[in-house]
T-cell receptor
């Protein structure tokens, strides 16, 4: 079993829709859960992070961690074409393990 | 946020030649830097951890004699792909950890094409 599983997509949704991106992981020892956004031919940039379980909201973005299920989610409300990118979940502390990334297309 | 640069952004080389990629932290010092490889539609795969003043730590399956890493200073790490082959064509990205540990600052990546 891979340490982090993420559906690579692509996921296409109309502008304004709510987007749900998800990952599962296997190592329960990890405490930091992150979402990185990567535009085409660019390096990833940290979008949000969560420590341990719970929710975190930042504008249109909400990150959720369910440690009992080893499941992490990113929700995007009122999606915009500029949100079109690859979203990578990541877990870890000093050493980070990335998911495969989900390619998201927001259709205008 | 902190800035990490990479040079070159895109390089094409012939099979059998060597290519050097530079990773610089522009406004902070990094005793550790990470090198990743990303094939199309695939995730970032950690290749090695570069340590200033000491040998790099390579992930399992990564040939250390093929991918030479040198961390010459607190702001510069280099990755040299020796005797490159077409299967080495990929997107190489470096990163440096922030003081918070869980966050990494990524460079813009270097696209290597070996013909």
């Amino acid at each position: 079993q891979k340490e982090v599983e993420q559906d690579p997509g692509p996921l296409s949704v109309p502008e304004g829709a709510i987007v749900s991106l998800n990952c599962t992981y296997s190592n329960s020892a990890f405490q930091y859960f992150m979402w990185y956004r990567q535009y085409s031919r660019k390096g990833p940039e940290l979008l949000m992070y969560t420590y341990s379980s719970g929710n975190k909201e930042d504008g249109r973005f909400t990150a959720q961690v369910d440690k009992s299920s080893k499941y992490i989610s990113l929700f995007i409300r009122d999606s915009q074409p500029s949100d079109s990118a690859t979203y990578l979940c990541a877990i870890g502390d000093d050493k980070i393990i990335f998911g495969k990334g989900t390619r998201l297309h927001i259709l205008p | 946020g902190a800035v990490v640069s990479q040079h070159p952004s895109w390089v094409i080389c012939k099979s059998g030649t060597s290519v050097k990629i530079e990773c610089r932290s522009l406004d902070f010092q990094a005793t550790t830097m990470f090198w990743y490889r990303q094939f199309p539609k695939q995730s970032l795969m950690l290749m090695a951890t570069s340590n200033e003043g000491s040998k790099a730590t390579y992930e399992q399956g990564v040939e250390k004699d093929k991918f030479l890493i040198n961390h010459a200073s607190l702001t510069l790490s280099t990755l040299t792909v020796t005797s490159a082959h077409p299967e080495d064509s990929s997107f190489y990205i470096c990163s440096a950890p922030s003081s918070r540990g869980y966050e990494q600052y990524f460079g813009p990546g270097t696209r290597l094409t070996v013909t």
